[in-house]
């Protein structure tokens, strides 16, 4: 379970941080680097490039800090870095990621073995369904789903209208249904 910081102890942080104190920005980023991995995790789908692209978040959100103005949501100006990394990342990478890497998420131990196969196999194939989006639509899903954002947070984030948040999230939950619709079935018949 992730700790939660105050206002008053985050703003505390952000202070500190902008003045040169890399303690108080380390602290920050215990804070948010789980969230932070997860969302660029969802984005990459492979973990070794969402390591690679958190940590440079991290590094470029401090080398910006001083830029970020007090009274914004931290967790939204280092979603939106993160974001920019991880499409960077995507973009420098060569080749598709090993499908054993799509594969790492762990099922629910209390499964069966046949019923943990299936889920694991469902994960990847929402996995790799998510990273055949269009970025920009990818950007906005993840950010929802997995970075939690409200719509107005997802439209501050990517600095585009609330009306595009919303086309684009519906235009990707629409091209995820149709997808993994037949994906899905295909999977389960494997086990029956």
């Known amino acids: 379970m992730l700790a939660t910081l ?38 990459c789908g492979d973990a070794t ?16 800090i001083a830029s970020f103005r007090p009274g914004e949501p931290l967790r939204n100006w280092l979603y939106r870095i993160a974001v ?42 929402l996995q790799q369904a998510i990273r055949s989006l269009p970025e920009a639509a990818r950007g906005a899903l993840v950010l929802r789903e997995y970075g939690e954002l409200s719509y107005q947070e997802i439209a501050d984030v990517l600095d585009i209208p609330i009306g595009t948040v919303m086309s684009r999230l519906n235009y990707a939950r629409d091209r995820l249904r149709e997808m993994l619709k037949g994906q899905m079935l295909q999977a389960e018949s494997k086990y029956v």
Do not use: C
Not at 49 to 64: I, K, S, V
């Open 6 to 43: 105050t206002t008053e102890t985050e703003a505390d942080l952000i202070t500190r941080s902008q003045h040169g104190d890399r303690n108080a920005f380390g602290e920050l980023v215990r804070h948010y680097y789980p969230r932070v991995i997860n969302v660029v995790y969802r984005m």
């Open 49 to 64: 490039l969402a390591e690679d692209a958190a940590q440079e978040a991290f590094l470029r959100a401090w080398l910006h």
């Open 84 to 125: 920019n990394v991880a499409l960077d990342v995507l973009r420098r990478r060569d080749e598709e990621p090993a499908e054993d890497e799509m594969l790492q998420m762990i099922p629910e131990q209390s499964l069966g073995p046949e019923s943990a196969l299936i889920e694991k196999e469902r994960l990847a194939l």
